[in-house]
């Protein structure tokens, strides 16, 4: 996970459409002073661990009609660049229909992808091509933001404290958590999730990926 400096670069993918709008300040809120070191610009957010050296980079969800989303993402994938940051940890936070804008974009040869997107478990394919080490979180139904603002906060609170990341108990620590909201919608969203572990379709696809490299 950590690159050649010690440190976890986390890249998140956001919109400017109303959702994108709507999500992003709970986003940057879960953040806790305390704990992070939030500094941005005009097109994105750089957020910094006051411990266990991990950089969360999120485009601000720009005007989408007028392309400033665009622009941000292609400015913060060349910041990233030209600077030797290469992000383990990517985040699509968006509709289905952004999903291949992402893809895309991304560097290549990310250790974890998370897919909050609706049916995002249709695009293992192209998302292996890029990345074939990776484990993939996605959803077979509709993705939730305030199902995927807990995923991020529990993944980006084990890096900070330098724990391992065991997906089995992430995935029972979270299923507590959502089986006891009040919303039958968030208990139903949660069951369309997969975890890493359970994933069989990016299990097949990362095995035929790596018999033919070989």
Not at 23 to 42: A, L, V
Not at 147 to 158: D, E, F, G, K, Q
Not at 178 to 194: K, L
Request: aromatic share 14%; hydrophobic share 35%.
């Amino acid at each position: 996970m950590k690159d050649d400096s010690g440190r976890i670069i986390q890249q998140v993918y956001w919109y400017g459409d109303k959702d994108g709008k709507t999500f992003f300040p709970s986003f940057i809120n879960s953040f806790s002073p305390k704990e992070w070191t939030i500094t941005y610009n005009s097109e994105w957010y750089e957020i910094r661990s006051k411990k266990g050296n991990v950089w969360v980079f999120a485009n601000r969800p720009l005007d989408n009609d007028a392309n400033l989303d665009d622009s941000a993402q292609i400015h913060l994938n060349n910041y990233l660049y030209e600077n030797n940051m290469q992000p383990a940890v990517v985040v699509h936070r968006g509709h289905s229909y952004w999903l291949p804008r992402t893809i895309r974009r991304m560097a290549g040869d990310a250790k974890i992808v998370v897919l909050g997107s609706c049916g995002g478990f249709k695009n293992l394919t192209d998302i292996i091509e890029i990345n074939p080490d990776a484990h993939i979180i996605s959803t077979k139904e509709i993705g939730a933001g305030d199902i995927n603002r807990p995923i991020l906060n529990y993944l980006n609170n084990t890096f900070e404290s330098g724990k391992t990341l065991v997906w089995k108990n992430m995935w029972a620590s979270l299923t507590k958590l959502f089986v006891a909201d009040p919303s039958s919608s968030i208990r139903d969203t949660w069951e369309s999730y997969i975890p890493p572990y359970k994933n069989l379709g990016a299990i097949f696809l990362k095995g035929y990926h790596n018999m033919v490299q070989e």
